[in-house]
């Protein structure tokens, strides 16, 4: 079970670690970090330094591909080269992912056209200029292509591919061993329970990380 998971500047930690814990213990996965050239990249804030350890080239088919997001997809958009390695790899994928706004990287590669698709409740608007349909919902399944919402939601969208890959019971064991058994101490984890307030001081956030990327 051969995964690429993408990493790039700028790009959410937790949108490519969540769905690493859970697809790396899949039998017989390797997963492979992958970025346009070798080296760290430096995840939103600059305080978290992933490594890429292949570049674009390196890599020319996975079985699984795992697009993460985060402010660094925005300059993204528009990279043919990288857009043409997202196509090439789905062309031979079983499993395409993505998480949070990565999935606005897999429609500029055109790959969400007459699909639903999910992504951050901040950013579902943007995903109908690539022909997708926004859902507001955790995971989204169409086909092969798998679209998960913002960060924590990768972790859902990896167990429910697990099970895909090596049934029920496997995922089972992996969600125990990470111990994957959410109980927030608040009910605002989604955009519909969070108070007008919250949701206000949320979007101030990613308003100044915008500015500021």
């Known amino acids: 079970m051969d995964i690429a998971l993408l990493v790039f500047p700028r790009l959410t930690a937790l949108d490519a670690i969540g769905p690493y814990e859970v697809l790396q213990r899949l039998p017989g996965a390797q997963v492979r970090f992958v970025g346009a050239e070798r080296g ?76 639903k698709a999910t992504t951050h409740w901040a950013a579902l608007d943007l995903l109908e200029p690539y022909g997708a349909t926004p859902v507001s919902e955790r995971v989204v399944e169409q086909g092969k292509i798998i679209t998960a919402a913002g960060v924590s939601s990768g972790i859902d969208m990896a167990l429910r591919l697990a099970a895909h890959v090596a049934g029920d019971e496997i995922a089972q064991a992996i969600q125990l061993g990470i111990e994957y058994d959410p109980q927030p101490p608040f009910d605002s984890g989604s955009v519909a329970k969070a108070t007008e307030a919250v949701r206000n001081l949320t979007l101030a956030g990613l308003a100044h990380e915008d500015a500021t990327r």
Not at 83 to 108: F, H, K, Y
Request: aromatic content about 4%.
């Open 40 to 115: 760290m990249v430096r995840t939103e804030q600059g305080m978290l330094g992933i490594v890429a350890d292949y570049d674009t080239s390196e890599v020319t088919s996975a079985d699984i591909l795992v697009v993460p997001g985060g402010i660094g997809t925005r300059a993204l958009v528009s990279h043919e080269p990288l857009l043409e390695w997202i196509r090439a790899i789905d062309a031979g994928s079983t499993w395409t992912t993505s998480v949070c706004t990565g999935s606005l990287l897999l429609g500029a590669a055109g790959l969400l056209a007459g699909l």
